[in-house]
């Protein structure tokens, strides 16, 4: 059976920086998990004697806290600043940027629609930064929109880590429903490239194997994605979960990996399938 990687795969710019910021902060504690990796988040703590605090309250009591790649809602970020604490921002860029957008067409007037998942720690964070809250709003489809009280005027942004079309959809309905409607493509590029890389990969693969965080929204879209061309593809989060029975009678399995999981969990994926495989 042949082994192949997808040709874009595993660790973004964003979670590359965050790692390196923690790296170089020994000693301190990350407000909420940095990454959607629990095996890469022991490592740190283990290599780098990085904690973790789960809320406002728990970071509070350490004087050096890291902000993790999803970012965290406005005003607790304030609240840790007002407290003299060392605060290293380890914020994704990509998702600072809608932050930015938000804040300023909320002061602009415009209502503001947020397409992604409510409960995901990125989207907590974009939304507080709506100066009206009462005017914010967050969707996952379409139909969502029927229901909102919006003004003439809508600004759209979105979760990094959603499909485009599904972003198109939500933003033709709002063109059809609103006056004026300021679109900003917010979704990553990284996103799209390890997607359209499983998507190849999975149409020629008889088995798939996606490694990430199983609460990792890029890493379950992806998955999804494999699924799509390959009934056969797995999600998992490394090599202890791999099953023998899943490579009978395969050619050729392909590997990819979403945004939160290090080379090091790929390497070891693949030689445990080497391995099981003889």
């Known amino acids: 059976m042949k082994i192949e990687l997808a040709s874009a795969y595993g660790f973004c710019f964003g979670v590359k920086r965050a790692i390196k910021i923690a790296e170089e902060n020994p000693g301190?504690?990350?407000?909420?998990?940095?990454?959607?990796?629990?095996?890469?988040?022991?490592?740190?703590?283990?290599?780098?004697?990085?904690?973790?605090?789960e809320d406002l309250k728990e970071a509070e009591e350490h004087e050096s806290i890291v902000?993790?790649?999803?970012?965290?809602?406005?005003?607790?970020?304030?609240?840790?600043?007002?407290?003299?604490?060392?605060?290293?921002?380890?914020?994704?860029?990509?998702?600072?940027?809608?932050?930015?957008?938000v804040a300023k067409m909320s002061e602009e007037g415009y209502s503001?629609?947020?397409?992604?998942?409510?409960?995901?720690?990125?989207?907590?964070?974009?939304?507080?930064?709506?100066?009206?809250?009462?005017?914010?709003?967050?969707?996952?489809?379409?139909?969502?929109?029927d229901t909102l009280p919006l003004k003439s005027?809508?600004?759209?942004?979105?979760?990094?880590?959603?499909?485009?079309?599904d972003f198109t959809k939500i933003v033709a309905k709002l063109v059809l429903q609103s006056k004026e409607v300021r679109v900003f493509n917010t979704i990553c590029n990284a996103t799209f490239e390890n997607q359209d890389a499983a998507a190849e990969l999975a149409k020629r693969?008889?088995?798939?194997?996606?490694?990430?965080g199983k609460h990792s929204s890029n890493?379950?879209?992806?998955?999804?994605?494999?699924?799509?061309?390959?009934?056969d593809s797995y999600l998992i989060e490394n090599e202890s979960e791999l099953k023998p029975e899943w490579f009978d009678g395969k050619t050729l399995c392909g590997i990819s990996a979403g945004a939160s999981s290090p080379d090091w969990i790929v390497q070891n994926v693949v030689d445990r399938i080497e391995a099981i495989k003889g």
């Open 28 to 53: 301190s504690v990350t407000y909420g998990p940095l990454i959607h990796n629990k095996d890469e988040i022991n490592r740190l703590k283990e290599g780098f004697d990085i904690g973790l605090a």
């Open 67 to 101: 902000i993790r790649t999803h970012g965290i809602p406005r005003d607790e970020l304030a609240e840790l600043k007002t407290q003299e604490k060392e605060i290293i921002d380890a914020t994704c860029p990509y998702v600072t940027t809608p932050q930015k957008i």
């Open 112 to 145: 503001i629609v947020v397409f992604g998942d409510k409960n995901h720690p990125e989207i907590r964070g974009v939304i507080s930064y709506a100066e009206d809250q009462r005017n914010a709003f967050v969707v996952l489809d379409e139909d969502d929109i």
């Open 153 to 165: 005027k809508v600004a759209i942004v979105a979760q990094t880590t959603r499909k485009p079309d």
């Open 205 to 212: 693969a008889d088995v798939m194997i996606v490694i990430g």
């Open 219 to 231: 890493t379950k879209q992806l998955h999804l994605i494999a699924k799509n061309y390959c009934p």
